[in-house]
């Protein structure tokens, strides 16, 4: 029986041309699927050797019962079943028996794999028989002095127990000569070995044979041929550099093949962006020093003329007119023709296309030399618009926690409206910037139909949800602890709660805070605080007890602006009890007979106005953040004790830089007065500066209006006391430039500038600069002026903030450096 067996299994293979097909496959390389599931790793791995069943030969177009896997040790059945296509239940089909042979040897963990096909009585049983590569036993190298065996297994992506694929070995020793060649060993070699163990047929030692040589050093880059580009300017633009004596730093001086087949293209580039559309760079010499350590790079150029642009025109399928569609192109005759400003125009041209439904539309340039003038071009521009395209169907990947609907309804899109590039991308950025995904791509996925597209919104969430526990010193705030828990993203729903606790010497918190940007669905969004906060001012301490609702709505949608929710606006109704009493920060112990220390309900009414372009309201990068607010305080019309109107303007710039700095800009204004003839504007509602949170370099709000005071009427020999009262405007100014210091570990350092102050009542706003002044005792009316630098450490219970300011004009008692420690985000 067992002889019948194999002859039908034979018989089979021979049919369908199989004997032999696993070494034919070797040989091709067949291409790698994605990897299965392995089984953990094991010193000992039986092999799965169910019996063979018995009958005949199956036969093309009979039914399956059952597929079967023999012979595997370590990788699941599961794993290689899903790679057959033949199912139980299917009629056995001989071409599709191939196939599926084909598709299990280019997992690449096989060195051979069969087939047998049974008839019983319940059917065919399909059994593909298998014989594993060896597992790998140990990962050893020689030959490597320069690079540590730790530099190299990051690089190597081979684990111990895996089953030895030769793809993967090749991949290794790819790498490892890849980090030699960063590293200047652009000679070194890379072989292997694999050693079966002894006594042992299904375990392998994988060893690389490394063959380091000298380090070799980029000694000169000569460019030839360049006569109106001089060779600084285009070596500039390279990333092969010639090696220096700081090179050990800069890695100037190492070779990389790609790198430098890169460089060729750069040059192309950086001449077509010149205006050189002829510019050749023929194939370079690369030259060996005889002791093999240096190498000696030569580029011979051949630049041809620089090009003007004499017209430009239009033809093909225009939706405007040419005169309209030549202005998106931006040149002008007689300018040179600049490669990259003419791709910038073609793109406007196509977007404006894109925009319109033509999600295919391509515009192809020719510049054409004129007879009278070769170095004068006319440009000619073809315009093929293909078939309108319609939006299919959208789909929303990668979100494993949030809801379909929190990213959909950011959406400007929808499926059935024309295609639009523009609304692709506005929509993209407004899901970036809900800030709880890493990365949002869309991509447009191709149909059966050319005038439809999908659309395949790929989202990377990050985690939203934070608990954190933190303890510090503070050079003003002495014994900090921090304690909050928040989630960004509550279930998914895009609502956001958290709850925050702060102690330290000079305040105590604790907020609630709830809320909800699309309010039962709609473009409402509704925002509830219930706080306590105690706090302690330079001479005076504030206990409030009280809560916020704010309902808010995006202004821009609602006047149909095509800024759309970038512009809102804002309704909060404010109702606290607010406790004040002298003392404070510096225990000036103050008479509280002053009408300023009257505290009391505030119940109050704020209206304000947002413009918000930031492309993170977290880590912003470039945008804008504006605000104009007014709140009203009123006996008559809140019922309010305290009564008092202010107004505050706030305006933040932030422009990306060169090597990931960002330029910050700030501007606050404020101006506060009391509506009753009876009682002025109280004293905690008035404005403070210094400190880290306006002007840094000065102790926390010791800016501003203050008078000398007799002190506490305990100690009648105290003298007189300088008292921080606050003034009734304030005007401050920052910049600043923030730049990564350790990026993985979100390590930040920056320089700053902050201008500003606070004015008292009846005294106007001034322009005038604390270094203009000739007169010191002015000072305090001017702009005060510092300038400082600090570290940024977004840590695991915060971001912390370390900052060091300098006053570049001080009074008397004020100091010359001051250093502040605080748990707050920069603005």
């Known amino acids: 029986m067992v002889d019948g067996k194999l002859r039908a299994a034979l018989l ?330 003419m791709q910038m125009g073609i793109q406007r041209i196509q977007r404006f296309y894109q925009d319109a439904g033509y999600a295919n539309a391509r515009v192809l340039p020719q510049p054409i030399p004129t007879q009278e003038d070769p170095s004068r071009v006319n440009l000619a521009l073809t315009i093929t618009q293909g078939p309108l395209v319609s939006i299919g169907r959208i789909e929303v990947v990668g979100n494993i926690k949030t809801r379909d609907k929190v990213v959909r309804r950011e959406l400007v899109i929808e499926e059935g409206q024309l295609y639009s590039a523009s609304a692709i991308e506005q929509s993209r950025a407004r899901v970036e910037r809900l800030g709880y995904f890493e990365q949002v791509t869309v991509t447009s996925q191709p149909t059966s139909s050319p005038d439809v597209v ?46 925050s606790i702060q102690a330290s010497g000079i305040r105590r918190l604790f907020n609630l805070r709830f809320s909800e940007p699309w309010l039962l669905g709609s473009r409402w969004q509704f925002a509830v605080d219930l706080y306590n906060f105690d706090y302690l001012y330079q001479d005076f301490s504030r206990v409030s007890t009280g809560g916020n609702l704010t309902f808010g709505y995006p202004l821009g949608e609602l006047l149909g602006l095509e800024i759309g929710d970038a512009l809102s606006t804002s309704l909060t109704y404010k109702l606290e009890d607010v406790q004040v009493e002298p003392g404070g920060y510096s225990g000036t112990n103050v008479q509280p007979a002053s009408p300023l220390f009257t505290g009391g309900l505030t119940s109050s009414v704020r209206l304000g106005a947002y413009l918000d372009t930031r492309d993170n309201r977290i880590f912003p990068r470039r945008g804008m953040y504006h605000s104009a607010r007014v709140e009203v305080a009123d006996g008559t019309l809140t019922a309010s004790e305290n009564e008092f109107i202010k107004y505050d303007l706030d305006a933040r710039f932030y422009f990306p830089l060169f090597w990931n700095m960002v330029l910050r800009l700030n501007g606050n204004l404020g101006f506060v007065t009391s509506t009753s003839s009876e009682r002025p504007v109280p004293i905690f509602e008035r404005y403070f500066a210094g400190g880290p949170d306006t002007i840094r370099g000065f102790d926390r709000y010791t800016l501003g209006p203050s008078r000398r005071v007799p002190g506490s009427s305990d100690d009648p020999s105290g003298g007189l006391s300088e008292f921080h009262y606050g003034g009734n405007k304030r005007l401050v100014l920052t910049a600043e430039v923030e730049f990564p210091i350790l990026a993985a570990g979100n390590v930040t350092g920056v320089v700053f500038t902050d201008v500003g102050n606070a004015f008292d009542d009846g005294t106007p706003f001034t322009l005038k600069l604390d270094l203009m002044s000739d007169d010191a005792n002015r000072y305090a009316d001017a702009l005060r002026t510092t300038v400082g630098f600090g570290v940024r450490w977004f840590s695991p219970i915060g971001p912390l903030r370390f900052e060091w300011g300098v006053p570049l004009q001080k009074l008397s008692g004020e100091k010359p450096l001051v250093f502040d420690f605080s748990i707050q985000n920069a603005f």
Not at 473 to 489: P, W
Not at 492 to 499: E, K, T
């Open 12 to 341: 089979l293979c021979a049919l369908v041309g199989l004997i032999g097909m696993p070494t034919a496959l070797h040989a091709q390389g067949m291409p790698q699927l994605e990897r299965p599931e392995i089984l953990d790793s094991a010193p000992v791995a039986p092999r799965q050797t169910a019996q063979l069943p018995s009958g005949e030969a199956g036969t093309e177009g009979q039914d399956i019962a059952e597929v079967r896997v023999q012979g595997n040790r370590r990788v699941e059945a599961a794993s290689i079943l899903d790679r057959a296509r033949q199912r139980a239940g299917m009629a056995l089909s001989r071409e599709q028996v191939s196939e599926d042979i084909r598709r299990i040897f280019a997992l690449g963990y096989f060195d051979d794999v069969r087939v047998d096909a049974t008839a019983t009585d319940q059917g065919v049983v399909l059994t593909y028989i298998v014989d594993e590569k060896p597992a790998i036993d140990a990962i050893r190298y020689r030959g490597n002095d320069a690079v540590s065996t730790e530099d190299i297994e990051e690089v190597v992506e081979l684990q111990r127990f895996a089953i030895a694929n030769f793809a993967d070995i090749n991949r290794s020793a790819t790498a490892i000569q890849e980090l030699y060649r960063e590293k200047g060993h652009y000679l070194a070699e890379v072989d292997y070995e694999i050693d079966s163990v002894e006594g042992r047929e299904d375990l392998a030692v994988v060893t690389f044979e490394i063959r380091e040589y000298s380090r070799v050093r980029v000694k000169r880059v000569t460019i030839l041929g360049n006569s109106e580009i001089e060779d600084a300017e285009l070596k500039n633009i390279m990333a092969t550099r010639e090696g220096h004596w700081l090179s050990f730093l800069t890695k100037f001086g190492n070779f990389r093949e790609q790198d430098f087949q890169d460089d060729l293209q750069r040059l192309v580039l950086y001449y077509y962006h010149n205006g050189y559309l002829q510019v050749q760079v023929d194939e370079p010499t690369i030259r060996l020093s005889r002791d093999k350590r240096d190498l000696y790079l030569t580029i011979r150029i051949d630049e041809g003329v620089q090009h003007y642009l004499n017209e430009v025109n239009i033809q093909g399928d225009l939706l405007a007119d040419e005169e309209q569609l030549r202005e998106m192109i931006e040149l002008e005759s007689d300018d040179v023709l600049l490669w990259g400003d």
């Open 454 to 499: 999908d659309l395949r919104i790929e989202i990377k969430e990050r985690p939203t949800g934070t608990f954190q526990i933190g303890a510090g010193l503070s050079s003003q705030e002495s014994f900090i602890f921090q304690g909050q828990v928040s989630q960004e993203n509550l279930l998914g729903r895009g609502q956001s709660l958290a709850l």
